[in-house]
Nanobody
């Protein structure tokens, strides 16, 4: 089972940037598709971005052009660079193993990291 630890969240004004990081324990990380999800209060958890093990990326329409997902297979980390943040981006952000085509999470959830964007 993959253990995931998210970090990098915080409080930022609209238009600002944050970089989230996720550290994974899996020995097979280099051949595992990874993704980011988020959950705002009162809303269902939603897909944000995914990166396949060769490096192909996929984004939700709401973040396309503003967020960039990347991975480091040596360090076993996946990152999410978030630019031009909006108040509606406020949520708890989680990383997880994903099925790249369906954009569905297939692993266990970690604690997540809180992102708060003020207007």
């Amino acid at each position: 089972q993959v253990q995931l630890v998210e970090s990098g969240g915080g409080y930022v004004q609209a238009g600002g940037s944050l970089r989230l990081s996720c550290s994974a324990s899996a020995r097979t990380f280099a051949i595992t598709h990874m993704g980011w999800f988020r959950q705002a209060p009162g809303k269902e958890r939603e897909f944000v971005a995914a990166i396949s093990w060769p490096g192909r990326t996929s984004y939700a329409d709401s973040v396309k052009g503003r967020f960039t997902i990347s991975r480091d297979n040596v360090k076993k980390t996946v990152s999410l660079q978030m630019n031009s943040l909006k108040p509606e981006d406020s949520a708890v952000y989680y990383c997880n193993v994903v099925d790249f085509d369906s954009r569905r999470a297939v692993g266990s959830w970690g604690q997540g990291t809180q992102v708060t964007v003020s207007s």
